[in-house]
């Protein structure tokens, strides 16, 4: 059973930094793209940042410059490197893959951003 688990949020003042991992499990995870989406109280779920399985990257425009995904094959995992944290970056934060035609999602993990 593909499973995705994501790591490393937490509370964090505006300015401050977190490092997100979501990892794979039962899955080579280097063959997929893998996406990070958020969702924010009271508002719907939105794309932050992908990478292909060649390593291309996209950002939405509200975290480029602050955000960096990037991943470790070796250790099945993709991360979302985030610095300069603001409080609209308050959100559970899940990661996304298309593998064997189904969408997995993680459980998710909480970024707190205090002002």
């Known amino acids: 059973q593909v499973h995705l688990v994501e790591s490393g949020g937490g509370l964090v003042q505006a300015g401050g930094s977190l490092r997100l991992s979501c990892t794979a499990s039962?899955?080579?995870?280097?063959?997929?793209?893998v996406g990070w989406f958020r969702r924010a109280p009271e508002k719907e779920r939105e794309s932050v940042a992908g990478?292909?399985?060649?390593?291309?990257?996209y950002y939405t425009d509200s975290v480029k410059g602050r955000f960096t995904i990037s991943r470790d094959n070796s250790k099945n995992t993709v991360y979302l490197e985030m610095i300069s944290l603001k409080p609209g970056d308050t959100a559970v934060y899940y990661c996304?893959?298309?593998?064997?035609?189904?969408?997995?999602w993680g459980q998710g993990t909480q970024v707190t951003v205090s002002s």
């Open positions: 996304n893959a298309f593998i064997n035609y189904v969408i997995r």
């Open positions: 990478i292909t399985r060649r390593g291309a990257t």
């Open positions: 039962e899955v080579t995870f280097s063959r997929y793209s």
